[in-house]
């Protein structure tokens, strides 16, 4: 079935640089989510992409859809202590189901 | 507007024991999707329900079975419960766009 990849497992940052994570795909994806889990917690939508190419802003978050819909990123720029958490890609292989990525963890330096 | 609410938080039980775990869904929300994350990983896709159906599974074994009420709420039954059915166990709805999770029951099988 359907998989998706992250890339890398662990990414610890200093606090107020900047970093990208990634997502990645062998087949053709319809949509792709970002969702955030905070340590001891549960996953929280973040976004969702649709379109090739797609570029979507949430504050320091900026997320993308690669042009051939197989691959997606998500950038985070000036780290803060909030943004600790694991963060997980998920994508529909159908309409009634969604695979996740394994996660990028990330831990901040302060 | 209540979320997504998960009876109960958390659990223990002997290997061998069945247990119940309950979802109510977000206000709104009519399907509801049951997924498994062990430590360190991400949610794994249990089942789906919608009109009191379950509308695809994944590859988890018949020992996990699930029911999904007129008032949309659910419920995630496990049988003869083994060590490795040690996890968090995450009930998420949807309508439309993204899954809302709820905070999950930590069950641990001793």
């Known amino acids: 079935g359907q998989q998706v990849m992250q890339i890398p497992q662990y990414q610890h940052v200093q606090e107020g640089e900047d970093f990208t994570t990634y997502c990645n795909s062998s087949t053709t994806l319809s949509n792709i989510q970002w969702y955030k889990q905070r340590p001891g917690g549960h996953p929280v939508f973040l976004i969702q992409?649709?379109?090739?190419?797609e570029v979507k802003k949430q504050k320091r978050l900026t997320f993308q859809f690669g042009e051939a819909k197989k691959n997606s990123s998500l950038h985070i720029t000036a780290t803060q202590t909030t943004d600790v958490g694991t963060y997980f890609c998920a994508a529909p292989p159908n309409d009634y189901k969604l695979s996740f990525g394994a996660g990028t963890t990330v831990t901040v330096r302060a | 507007d209540a979320g997504v609410t998960q009876s109960p938080t958390h659990l223990i039980k002997t290997r061998g024991q069945q247990v119940t775990l309950r979802c109510s869904p977000k206000?709104?929300?009519?399907?509801v999707s049951w997924y498994q994350q062990a430590l360190g990983q991400g949610p794994q896709f249990i089942f789906q329900?919608?009109?009191?159906?379950?509308?695809q599974r994944g590859n988890f074994p018949d020992r996990f079975s699930g029911h999904q009420f007129p008032n949309y709420s659910s419920e995630l039954n496990v049988n003869a419960l083994l060590l490795g059915d040690s996890a968090l166990y995450l009930c998420a709805s949807s309508f439309h766009l993204g899954y809302t999770f709820g905070s999950g029951t930590r069950l641990t099988v001793v």
């Open positions: 206000s709104g929300h009519d399907t």
């Open positions: 992409l649709v379109k090739s190419g």
């Open positions: 329900y919608y009109e009191e159906e379950e509308r």
